[in-house]
């Protein structure tokens, strides 16, 4: 669970609280977290929510390659989840 500033209720209940997940998927280094602010853009692929429904999709340019953020926040999915390989996709 990665915790956002809307996330409200009892927080004793959660086993595990992140600011950051790293996922290496299908060769892909991966940051989750909630407020893009906080990205590193050496990773490939960044996936974060926090903006609402400002942006779905933002290119970045490091070291002449492109990285993606992708807002999976509820504003911009219909406020459904969205699975990863439907991330990936993009």
């Given amino acids: ?11 004793n209940t959660l086993k595990t609280r992140n600011q ?7 060769g892909l280094r991966i940051q ?3 407020d ?3 990205a590193r853009i050496d ?6 929510s926090h903006v609402h429904n400002l ?5 970045l340019y490091y070291c002449g ?3 993606l953020m992708i807002n999976v926040g509820v ?5 459904y989840p969205i699975k990863l390989d439907e991330i990936i996709t993009i």
């Fill in 1 to 11: 669970f990665i915790e956002g500033n809307h996330d409200k209720g009892n927080r």
């Fill in 20 to 26: 950051e997940i790293i996922l290496n998927q299908n």
């Fill in 32 to 34: 989750l977290l909630h």
């Fill in 36 to 38: 893009p602010l906080y």
């Fill in 43 to 48: 990773y490939d692929l960044i996936i974060h």
């Fill in 55 to 59: 942006w779905r999709v933002k290119e």
């Fill in 65 to 67: 390659q492109i990285r």
């Fill in 75 to 79: 504003d911009v999915s219909n406020f």
